[in-house]
Every structure is written in C-alpha cells, then in structure tokens.
C-alpha cells in the first residue's frame, strides 16, 4: 500500500490548484516531449502513470497520442483531471491505481509513462520494486517505460536530510536516501533519492528492465522558466522489457 500520508499531500487543495496551473500553462516540458516522441510510436497504448491532473496526459493527446490510460494514486487529483476534460473536447479515461499493485491485465500497454518524479515519491523500497515489477507486467514484450527521478547530490542531502523530521512528524526516514520536505504549499511530503549507479543496480538486479538510457534533463534541454520553477533538474530513465 502506498503511505497514506503521501495520499495527504496529493489531496490538499494548493497542491492540487499547482498542478491544475501546470496542467493548463506547462503541459509537456520540452524534454518530456522529445523524449516521449522519440520512444512512443502514436498508435501505441500508454499507460500515463502518476497522471496527477492530467498535465502530461492531456499533452499527448493533443499531439494525437489517443490511445492512452491515466491512473493516479490521488482521488482529488483524479477529480481534478476529470473537472479539466469537462472543459475540454477531448475524453480520456482516468482511473485511480496504486502503481505497486495495478489492476491491469498482462502484457496490456505498449508503453508506460510515470512523470514528474513519482516512482521516487512511493514509500518504502520493496513498494518501489513492485511498482517496477508491476511495471514490467503489464508491458508487452519490448515495450518502454519511461520516468524520472532525482539524482542525490550526497553534500546537499547529508546536509538538509534532518531539516524537516520534527516539521513532519506523521512521516519516518526509514532507509538511506529517504528525504522527507515541505513541498511548495508547505505541506510534508515524501521521496527516496538514488545515485545514478544505485538505481542502475537495482533495476538490473531487481527486475528485469534492460536500461536503454539515462539522460540529464539540464545537460541536455533548455526549459523555460515555468518548467524550471515547477521542477528542479532531474533524470529520465528509459527502459525496456
């Protein structure tokens, strides 16, 4: 089960305007766009996961990826995505799913997109590998599944990683790496943060994803500034069964 706190966080009401705003003036970020074009044929069935309200989903369908399932952890943010389409001519399924126990059958999306550092943001490592696993399930064979995830920079996490455990008492460092922060609505939030070679070994030695590429979001795009407010630089992870 995904921590319950982490649920809080993605229920409270300015989390969910902040991500409704980018839904509407972010969309795709510019490297999310390349990336995604590069790797998913327009035809394909793309599980967007960790959809939030849409702000990815919705993207793809105007650049006439129509064949696409939005899931999200988050009743509110599902809501949310839900209240946007009604404004909109465009009608897409939106599903809440908790991405380390899916509910989709076998080898059932050519595709699957898990954005904005979400992977990261599930609780407990062994949630984080079934989400993976699950993941790796439900792809046909050859399919990708694209995400992102923070790279850790040791000094500044050793430095910050103890700033907000007595601020967010309801949520526990149990695992080197865990980082718990008040989000830019002040609400207490959750993300593990791996090194390049960490993550790299556990997705070689707890799956069985073979890793296509690792691109630098910064060293490799030049986002506007709405993009680079809305998130810090970050890493995409390209896989594939």
């Not at 059932?108 to 590998?129: Q, Y």
């Not at 073979?210 to 506007?224: A, P, S």
Request: aromatic residues 12%.
């Amino acid at each position: 089960m995904i921590n319950k706190n982490i649920k809080k966080a993605f229920a409270n009401d300015k989390t969910i305007a902040t991500y409704v705003d980018a839904s509407y003036r972010i969309g795709l970020w510019k490297s999310e766009k390349k990336i995604l074009q590069k790797y998913f044929a327009k035809k394909s069935k793309i599980l967007d996961l960790g959809c939030g309200t849409g702000r990815t989903t919705f993207s793809l369908r105007k650049l006439k990826y129509n064949n696409i399932i939005a899931a999200d952890v988050s009743p509110k943010m599902i809501q949310a995505a839900e209240n946007i389409m009604k404004k909109t001519n465009i009608k897409q399924i939106f599903k809440i799913e908790d991405a380390s126990k899916l509910s989709f059958d076998n080898e059932s999306f050519d595709n699957v997109f898990f954005s904005f550092n979400g992977w990261p943001g599930i609780v407990n490592s062994l949630n984080r590998i079934k989400a993976l696993n699950e993941i790796y399930r439900i792809l046909k064979p050859n399919g990708i599944f694209i995400f992102s995830a923070h790279n850790r920079d040791e000094e500044k996490y050793n430095l910050f990683r103890n700033l907000n455990l007595d601020k967010c008492p309801e949520l526990k460092m149990k695992e080197y790496g865990d980082f718990i922060y008040k989000n830019k609505e002040n609400v207490c939030d959750f993300m593990h943060l791996y090194t390049i070679n960490e993550l790299a070994n556990l997705i070689l030695k707890k799956t069985k994803f073979k890793i296509l590429e690792i691109i630098d979001r910064d060293l490799n795009f030049k986002e506007n500034n709405y993009v680079k407010e809305f998130s810090e630089n970050t890493i995409f992870w390209i896989l594939q069964k």
